[in-house]
Structures are given as structure tokens and as C-alpha cells.
């Protein structure tokens, strides 16, 4: 067979095709073991679970008592501050993130220093949470004190811990997100008399919304199940407190407290705790897939 330019297209060889078929299998295998996984995972810990699910039911979600001693569990202060610091630290790294996707895509700094910024903001991301806890407890907690009410660990170191862990997930996929939009748009608004930060903010962000949002529900996800630490600087306090600057709990920190020296009632408990954990971050990544379908059929 002749292509329109007379060059003959030569026939895909019997090699080639059974590459292409084992590829195929390979994939379809691997992404049915990885759901199978998820189910498995999801079907042990609510096995775990069921003592505490029968015992307690919905009434789990809405009570604060956490008493080993007379068998009376509620993990309602632990939910609240588990979306309270997530939201709290989104509210801080959206912003900035967004800021340093665009700064790092638009061409304003030279190539070279362009890279070396790039990485150091995905280097924010290999650092162990650990760290970040010593440096929230050393640096962070004392320099609040001089300036806030804040009078030891609490929910707002926490959540400015979350913020900056969280950051580079932001940033990094926002940033590809912007840069795979199609240069013609951007000087086409600039063609037709738009300036520079009215194409940014008019014609690229719109373009890259998909990948923007997705990117921070991504991030949200990793700041709902944050675990080290969260437990280093919330200060695991088992009671609703609407005050940032009183200590609170998060699903997470409950789970790495209490696990170690539990046994009976309280295990099936805390698997109840992460199972409702595991509802939530699910929660958001169907949320971010139907936000991220919705904006792309626009």
C-alpha cells in the first residue's frame, strides 16, 4: 500500500504485533492486581473493623469520647481536625503555588535559573515528614509563640507544616499544566491587545484548569492522610476546639498514638477510624476525577 506521497508502508512484523499484545495483557494485569489490591486492602479493615462498627454504628461520627478504659470510642474530633487542618493548609499553599507554577513557566527568569528553582521547589517533596516535624517543633512552634497566642503544639503549626509539604505537588503539576498549554493561545491574546498577565490569567489558567485542579486535590489527599508530622505538632488532643491555637487530633495521629498499646475493642475501633479514613481520601480523588472531567467538557 502507497502512502499520498508514494512511500510504502511496510507491514507490522509477527514480532512486533506479539510485543504489542503482551504489552497489553501486561498492562490490563497489572491494573486489575492494582484494584484487586485496593479492594483487599479495604475488605481486611473492615473485617478488622466490625467489632467497633457493630458495637458503636453512625454514633462512632459524631461522638469525642476516646476512653480505653470503659470501652467508649468517637472520632469525631479526629475528623474535624483532619479536614480543618487539610482545608487550612490548602487555603495557605493554593495561592502560592499557583504563584510559583506561573513565575516558573512564564519565562521569567533565565533558563538556567529556571531549572535549578524547579528543582529546588520538587525537593520540597523528598523531604521526610520527620523532618519537617523537628523543624515545626524547634523552629517553627517557638517562633509562633513570639507572635500568636500559641502556647505549645496546636492545629496552626500543623496546618503551616501541611502547607509547605503540600506546596511542591501543587507547583510541579501546576507548572505542567500551564506549560502544555499551546503557545498559539497565548499569542493570539496578546495579538489581539491583551497583556501579559490578562493572557495568564484570562487564557492560560483557564486552559490549565483541568491539570491545576487535579493537582491540588492530589495534594489535598496527601495533606488528609498526613501522619508523622501532623502527631509531631497537633498535640493529639481528643476534643473539638474551633480555636487554631489549641491543640486538636487528626484521623492519622490518632491511628500512630493509639495503635502501638492497643488491644481488644480499641484495635477494631481504631480500624474503624482508618476505614473512615480511607472513605474520605476516596471521597476526594472521585471528587477531583468528576471536577476534572466536568471542566474539560467545557
Known sequence: ?????????????????????????????????????????????????????????LGFLTTSSWNPVRSEYGVLPAIYGTLV???????????????????LSEDYLPPAIQRIIVFLVEL??????????????????PFLKEITPLRGPGMLPAALILSVMI????????RDAIINVPSGLRQAAVGLGATRWEAILQIVLPAASSGIIG?????????????????????????????????SNTIASLLANQFAE?????VAALMYAALILFVITLA???????????????
Open 1 to 57: 500500500m502507497n502512502s499520498s506521497y508514494g512511500t510504502k508502508i511496510q507491514p507490522r512484523s509477527a514480532k512486533e504485533r506479539s510485543l504489542d499484545i503482551s504489552f497489553y495483557w501486561a498492562a490490563k494485569i497489572f491494573a486489575i492486581a492494582i484494584a484487586g489490591t485496593l479492594i483487599w486492602i479495604t475488605i481486611q479493615v473492615t473485617l478488622q473493623g466490625l467489632p467497633a462498627i457493630t458495637e458503636f454504628g
Open 167 to 174: 506546596l511542591p505537588t501543587i507547583a510541579a503539576i501546576s
Open 85 to 103: 487542618s487539610s482545608l487550612i493548609a490548602l487555603l495557605i499553599s493554593v495561592p502560592i503555588g499557583l504563584g510559583v507554577a506561573i513565575f
Open 215 to 247: 493537582g491540588i486535590m492530589l495534594a489535598l489527599g496527601r495533606a488528609i492522610g498526613e501522619t508523622m508530622a501532623v502527631t509531631m505538632l497537633i498535640g493529639n488532643a481528643n476534643k473539638v476546639d474551633f480555636s487554631v491555637f489549641a491543640p
Open 124 to 141: 520540597l517533596a523528598a523531604v521526610p515528614s520527620v523532618v519537617y516535624g523537628l523543624w515545626g517543633i524547634f523552629v517553627l512552634i
Open 284 to 298: 476526594v480523588n472521585v471528587l477531583a476525577q468528576l471536577l476534572v472531567t466536568r471542566i474539560q467538557k467545557i
Open 262 to 266: 492497643a488491644s481488644g475493642l480499641q
